[in-house]
């Protein structure tokens, strides 16, 4: 029989409420987020630590700004050279992964969780989750909500207040809600 988590990683319709694995799992996570968030500032090593006993996957260095959540952390990755401003929060029901050189100012938000249209099934507290990526050299100004299918390509500028619904293509900036691509970046 298929898991609750299965059907999550499956980009299934699941139930996260009442899977008492899923539950766990997401109390962990948010106890290790509470420890990083109420580490001090100054203790740069230890809350680098931390965010690697959080996350999936880091690659080279990164900055994480307090403060910082996700639901699980095991589906996030982190390229080289990452940087979060204050406030990112990652609903990491299925992989976020970020590339190399990814900057993010603050308030932002990446959800790989969404609830179905039909008002019956979300009711029943049913969720999918899809994967969410995010290319290198990017920049995402302050307030922005990437949601879960998106890709966001290479070299791409995306605008402050922008809600990303949809794939974004490489060397671009694009903003707007819905966020669409505005004009090409040379490079």
């Known amino acids: 029989m298929i898991t609750e988590k299965e059907k999550m990683l499956n980009g299934e319709l699941y139930d996260a409420n009442y899977d008492k694995s899923l539950i766990e799992e997401r109390i962990k996570c948010k106890k290790m987020c509470f420890e990083y968030n109420n580490t001090s500032p100054e203790k740069t090593k230890e ?32 390229g080289k050279n990452f940087y979060s401003n204050h406030n990112l929060i990652i609903l990491d029901c ?21 609830h179905p249209l039909d008002y019956k099934t979300r009711n029943k507290g049913l969720e999918y989750a899809k994967p969410i ?6 920049w995402i100004g302050g ?45």
């Open 47 to 78: 809350r680098v630590n931390l965010i690697k006993k959080i996350v999936g996957k880091t690659k080279g260095k990164f900055l994480i700004e307090q403060p910082f959540m996700c639901d699980y952390g095991y589906n996030v990755e982190l």
């Open 94 to 114: 299925a992989k976020v992964t970020f590339g190399d050189n990814v900057f993010i100012a603050p308030n932002c938000a990446f959800y790989a969780a969404s």
């Open 143 to 187: 307030n922005v909500v990437v949601l879960g299918g998106v890709t966001i390509g290479n070299n791409v500028v995306i605008g402050a207040g922008s809600v990303v619904t949809k794939d974004i293509p490489d060397n671009c900036l694009a903003y707007g809600v819905p966020a669409k691509k505005i004009k090409d970046i040379k490079n």
């Open 133 to 138: 990526k995010v290319g290198n050299n990017v």
